[in-house]
């Protein structure tokens, strides 16, 4: 290492030998404050602490409302437990509500059906031929379709069917698949 | 007005009911050291002026957690420079032609300054002292203004003793050169 980049001891206090034009500046303050500065000083410190303290409290308040860290993870898991609890309580659409009832053999108008199948105020032989279309024109001889004579004689029947019963909307297939299921039935049989 | 140790005022602020009453005594204590220290590093009253401030309101939000590892004013020091260097990146950050302007502009304010007063050559020693890197006129002004000792020095800027000496040791050549052409 250079002598010259060595620094030498104790020259803080041998300025007049290492730096002598700095030396002669005399290290007094060139600086100046305004009036009585310093004795307002403190006043204007506590005032600020007080304001600062206030707004924090608010700032602090609505920073942990409006934390994107804290909203955003708080605002998906709401829309989680929304979704299940949509999917877990099965809220039907209208199609499916349609399909409920049309699976569900527990409803009171396939109770009711069954009564009147019971009671023989409904014959399932013919609505069993009615709904497959059967034409049997050698039954009655006035060339009228086996059909035609199920209807009449459906139409001459006092059956009452109920508001709902009429607006149900049964398929085919699903009165067939219900006739065939209770086919222990003894006028089936006989007819 | 009676004058109180650190470690007085200290505990009479731990004690809630004293709080504002200490720490007023602190701020009147630390006031003017810890002003033109930062007035030598920001140049501007004005702007010393508010760094003074948030340096005290500082100190006032972490003075519960001030531990007394360390000395009391050194650590005001510490907040004091912090603030102060944090100052003038802020003013950095918005001049966009030259990473120097802040120094350049500090030169010319002092031209025009009603709070300066010193003559000629005074100038010259503050455009000196301004044209050293940030952290080498900090150390210059602590240890030339102020007097503070190196150890003092290495707690309040994080630096060991002897960087501390070989800054001050360039920037003593540094302003001579300048005094001198």
């Given at each position: ?37 310093f004795d307002s000083l403190p006043e204007k410190i506590a005032s600020k602490i007080i304001a600062t303290k206030k707004e924090n409290s608010f700032a602090a308040k609505?920073r ?128 | 007005m009676e004058q109180f140790s650190d470690t007085e005022l200290l505990e009479l602020f731990r004690k809630s009911e004293n709080k504002n009453y200490s720490f007023n005594l602190l701020v009147r204590k630390y006031q003017k050291q810890i002003y033109?220290h930062i ?12 760094v003074v401030q948030n340096t005290f309101i500082k100190a006032w939000n972490n003075l519960e957690g001030f531990r007394e590892d360390a000395q009391f004013y050194t650590w005001l020091y510490r907040i004091a420079t912090n603030e102060s ?63 503070i000792k190196?150890e003092d020095?290495a707690i309040i800027l994080d ?23």
């Amino acid at each position: 290492m250079k002598k010259e980049n060595q620094i030498p001891d104790n020259f803080e206090n041998r300025l007049d030998e290492f730096a002598p034009n700095l030396f002669s500046i005399k290290n007094d303050n060139p600086f100046e404050v305004p009036a009585d500065y310093f004795d307002s000083l403190p006043e204007k410190i506590a005032s600020k602490i007080i304001a600062t303290k206030k707004e924090n409290s608010f700032a602090a308040k609505f920073r942990i409302i409006f934390n994107p860290k804290i909203y955003i993870p708080v605002a998906a898991s709401i829309l989680i437990v929304v979704f299940l609890i949509f999917k877990s309580t099965g809220i039907k659409t209208r199609s499916d509500q349609q399909m409920a009832y049309t699976a569900n053999d527990n409803s009171a108008e396939y109770q009711y059906a069954d009564s009147l199948i019971e009671n023989g105020d409904i014959d399932e032989s013919m609505l069993l031929e009615t709904l497959t279309g059967i034409d049997d024109t050698s039954k009655n001889g006035n060339g009228n379709s086996g059909i035609e004579k199920n209807i009449r004689d459906m139409n001459k029947s006092t059956i009452i069917v109920s508001d709902s019963l009429k607006n149900l909307k049964v398929t085919d297939d699903d009165i067939i698949q219900y006739l065939l299921d209770n086919d222990d039935n003894d006028d089936l049989i006989n007819n | 007005m009676e004058q109180f140790s650190d470690t007085e005022l200290l505990e009479l602020f731990r004690k809630s009911e004293n709080k504002n009453y200490s720490f007023n005594l602190l701020v009147r204590k630390y006031q003017k050291q810890i002003y033109w220290h930062i007035r030598r590093i920001v140049i501007d009253h004005d702007d010393a002026n508010d760094v003074v401030q948030n340096t005290f309101i500082k100190a006032w939000n972490n003075l519960e957690g001030f531990r007394e590892d360390a000395q009391f004013y050194t650590w005001l020091y510490r907040i004091a420079t912090n603030e102060s260097i944090n100052f003038l990146k802020q003013k950095r950050s918005g001049f966009i032609i030259s990473y120097n302007d802040v120094e350049s502009q500090l030169c010319a304010s002092l031209t025009d300054d009603p709070y300066f007063t010193g003559d000629e050559i005074q100038l010259k020693l503050q455009k000196a002292i301004l044209t050293l890197p940030e952290k080498q006129r900090i150390v210059f002004n602590m240890k030339y203004f102020e007097g503070i000792k190196y150890e003092d020095m290495a707690i309040i800027l994080d630096t060991s003793v002897g960087a501390l000496k070989a800054s001050y040791h360039i920037a003593v050549k540094k302003i001579e050169k300048i005094l001198t052409d």
